[in-house]
């Protein structure tokens, strides 16, 4: 086998005129990563030595897009332009890559807003091409509708050459054997063709497709691989694209879920990205969306209509209901909502209760703790057995210097409803603050807490009041 000279081409240079989009078509984000970032992650599934975008539209965009991503491989850009097609940007590899000129191994063709291909249909490709010792592999389909996608035309066993759908003659458009647009080729011997694509159809532009003819006239050996499910070839073009590419990969996590023992009552209004991972006898309830690098225990009850994304950590025995979440931990054994909110790094550990209309921003909270209600704790900390009552907030801004500041509440402190903690601020061990309060100062451990105005009593002023018709001041 030659997969340690397997290197990839991702055609990425097109607009995406049809979506209608400041932003180019490969960045449109599926499950929360763009299309070019899925295609990326799946060839990193596999033993790519580089992978050479072509960029064109938008280059600048997905240029940033590449930098910033990790992929564990070499991946480099050329640019197409003007983009005359799928040949002419293949050719560009070929013309502006000197170190691809002397390439003597394998190259997968992918197009990177075509986000669903599996890793395993790529490996089955790559073994057969290789297997059969083809020059040139065609990832092929067969579909009952298909209009608008280019037609492989077989004689005997052989291929002959593939036929763009406005190309084609009306018999030609009678055949259900398609061409995917992902190849594999020997670089050294099919790249050279290349040069020989002409322009001459119905669009004007060179189509990458042609080299197939050029191969079989070459004598070159092209060999098919059928794929299964054509699914894993939809392209986004359009907006009703993109939402079909969503339903497939959502449908394709729901399935993995429910044989890993995990219970989805309701998948049709359930939408989970395919990195999250949930534990067996999860429960997930109607109206929940997660998306991210989401790592849910056993015997979790997530939703109804719950949110989370980002990196999320849920320890087993969990119950997060009705609320959202963003990039936090919540240990086991803890209730969470409804209408909670946690967001960027709160880390919550084991039998922690946060309640209704509580949002918790930047904060440690320990075990056996309650915020069971109408409550903000942000840049805040949390010792063990701490109550936070109705109304509380961790005052954490400092509008003047724009700044943030921490609060710290020791193990076993109680706070009473409606309280404001002035940032920063530390509430000592089994402390006390009374109800209504605004603490600007350090509350020593097991003290009490009192900061409001005192309660003054006037004796017999509301049936005096209602008496007169003059204002009776108090």
Known sequence: ??????????????????????????LHPLFGKPLLVRVLDTLGLLSAEEACVIVGHGRDQVSETLDAYEAGYAVGTVVQEPQLGTGHALLQVRQKRADWQTFDGDVLILSGDVPLLEASTLQTMLQAHQAEKN???????????????????????????????????????QVKTVNTGIYCLNWAKVSPLLEQLSSNNAQGEFYLT????????????????????????????????LA??????????LNRLMADGVTILHPASTFIGPEVKIGADSTVLPGCYLQGDISIGKRCTIGPHTTMSGSVEIADDV????????????????????????????????????????????????????????????????????????????????????IK??????????????????????????????????????????????????????????????????????
């Open 244 to 253: 079909q590419c969503h339903d497939v990969l959502n449908q394709r996590t």
């Open 135 to 173: 020059d040139l592999t065609v990832l092929v389909a067969t579909m009952d509708n298909p209009f608008g996608y280019g037609r492989v035309l077989i004689e005997g066993q052989s291929v002959v050459r593939v036929v763009e759908q406005k190309d084609a003659t009306d018999t030609e458009k």
């Open 319 to 402: 119950k997060v209901m009705q609320s959202a979440v963003r990039d936090s931990r919540i240990g086991a054994f803890s209730n969470i909502g409804p209408f909670a909110q946690l967001r960027d790094g709160v880390d919550i550990s084991h039998h922690v209760n946060i309640g209704n209309f509580v949002e918790v921003k930047k904060t440690r909270i320990d075990h056996h703790t309650n915020a069971a209600h109408l409550t903000y704790l942000g840049d805040a900390e949390l010792g063990a057995d701490v109550n936070i009552g109705a109304g509380t907030i961790t005052a954490n801004y400092d509008p003047v210097r724009d």
């Open 405 to 474: 500041e921490r609060t710290v509440i020791a193990d076993g402190a109680k706070i009473g409803s409606n309280s404001v903690l002035i940032a920063p601020v530390t509430v000592g061990e089994n402390a006390s603050v009374a109800a209504g309060s605004v603490i600007t100062k350090n509350v020593k451990p097991w003290d009490l807490a009192i900061a409001r105005g005192r309660q003054v009593d006037i004796t017999g002023w509301v049936k005096r009041a209602k008496a007169s018709t003059v204002e009776v001041k108090p």
């Open 210 to 241: 042609d080299v197939i003819a050029l191969a079989v006239q070459a004598g070159y050996r092209v060999g098919l691989s059928h794929l299964d499910d054509p699914d894993e070839v939809l392209g986004v073009n359009a907006r009703a694209d």
């Open 1 to 26: 086998m030659r997969q340690n000279q397997f290197k990839a081409v991702i055609l990425a240079a097109g607009k995406g005129t049809r979506l209608k989009s400041d932003l180019p078509k490969v």
